[in-house]
């Protein structure tokens, strides 16, 4: 498992970060304080409070080629 954190602050960021996450097969969650949500779902991603530093957790070893993908969103 590899942990990111990133900021989402702008609508058009949360639209732009699901239609990267939803090109990958793995399980790709996002934290935020107790809530976790499935980083592939804008309504989830839309429950919580965006204007915080939020934590992406991605379940495979194999995920460089996401993680320079997401490097716009880091925090």
């Known amino acids: 498992m590899k ?4 900021s989402l ?3 058009s960021s949360v639209k732009e970060f ?3 996450t939803q090109s990958y097969d793995y399980e790709i ?5 107790r809530y976790v949500v499935d ?9 919580l409070d965006t204007t915080k530093p939020l934590t992406v957790e991605i379940y495979s070893d194999d995920c460089a080629d996401l993680l320079s993908k997401l490097e716009k969103f880091m925090a």
């Not at 969650?29 to 304080?33: A, C, D, H, L, P």
Request: charged share 15%; hydrophobic share 45%.
């Open 18 to 20: 699901v239609n990267i």
């Open 29 to 33: 969650v996002i934290r935020s304080g």
């Open 39 to 47: 980083a592939k779902s804008i309504l989830g991603l839309f429950s």
């Open 9 to 11: 602050e702008k609508s």
């Open 3 to 6: 942990s990111i954190n990133i």
